[in-house]
């Protein structure tokens, strides 16, 4: 469950370094991967100079489902953003596991501690980031600008799991966060050749605290319900991702799979 904003609207590696434009960005780029077909074609119809761009050339030929479709996609993908997933998994524990007994100030508590450290420090040090010249853009879309997102998410998802174990918290909690961490990390050594859904990551963790609440955290009824509506969610959302031209089929798969081991194997410990 790492930081989105290291994959909010990134590029594709290298294709920031061609000289023809072609980026897997634009939606004529292959689900898998390049597409040599279309690299040739985007090579022999270079665009002459004084053409209109071509965000107004695909809005102006785009078809209302398809307007629909990047408006949903966008929502979706901001309001499953990767920094909002500690706070969602919290809330869920809080609600559908033995924790349901905790008083609701404890819980609120809880809560915003976790928001502050997960979301409002590295947003507020992203923005310090970009005002000391480090980033270009706040969403973070050259892939070098991503290495120090990553390091703090790593940080704040560990000084989260320590916090947790400190108050006591059951040792899967803890441990949810500290898959975050692991997740993180991994993420962050991908970052270094390839781009990973970080989207794709920060959904399946989440998934892998409601298995693992559903095993043996003495979980409410409606623990069934919510699983299979954020797998339905994760579906959605890594279809959205690879309908933005954000990442390939490949790239959001192995964010599921990464967020998903990284949590579940963590939290199976004892």
Not at 11 to 28: M, Y
Not at 145 to 163: D, H, K, M, N, Q
Not at 204 to 224: M, T
Not at 256 to 265: D, I, L, N, Q, R
């Amino acid at each position: 469950m790492p930081i989105d904003t290291s994959s909010y609207y990134p590029e594709v590696p290298g294709s920031e370094d061609r000289e023809d434009g072609f980026s897997l960005n634009k939606r004529n780029g292959g689900l898998f991967g390049d597409s040599p077909e279309q690299s040739d074609v985007s090579s022999r119809d270079p665009k002459p100079s004084g053409h209109v761009s071509d965000s107004k050339n695909k809005d102006d030929g785009q078809t209302s489902i398809e307007r629909v479709a990047d408006i949903v996609s966008h929502i979706l993908s901001w309001v499953l953003v990767p920094l909002l997933m500690p706070v969602y998994g919290l809330i869920l524990a809080f609600g559908l596991s033995i924790l349901d007994v905790a008083p609701i100030g404890m819980r609120m508590v809880f809560t915003f501690i976790t928001a502050g450290i997960n979301v409002a420090v590295p947003m507020a040090l992203v923005l310090l980031l970009k005002k000391m010249g480090f980033v270009e853009d706040l969403g973070l879309n050259g892939r070098k600008e991503r290495l120090i997102p990553y390091i703090i998410s790593i940080v704040c998802f560990g000084v989260t799991a320590w916090f947790m174990s400190a108050k006591g918290a059951p040792v899967w909690l803890s441990l949810f966060f500290a898959g975050g961490a692991v997740a993180a990390f991994v993420n962050l050594i991908i970052n270094f050749q390839w781009k990973i859904s970080a989207h794709a990551a920060g959904i399946a963790g989440v998934i892998a605290l409601l298995i693992r609440i559903a095993k043996d955290g003495y979980a409410e009824p409606e623990i069934f319900f919510w699983l299979l509506l954020f797998i339905g969610l994760a579906g959605l959302l890594g279809s959205a991702r690879v309908w933005l031209g954000r990442h390939t089929v490949w790239q959001v798969l192995a964010g599921y799979a990464v967020g998903f081991c990284s949590v579940f194997f963590l939290t199976m410990i004892k």
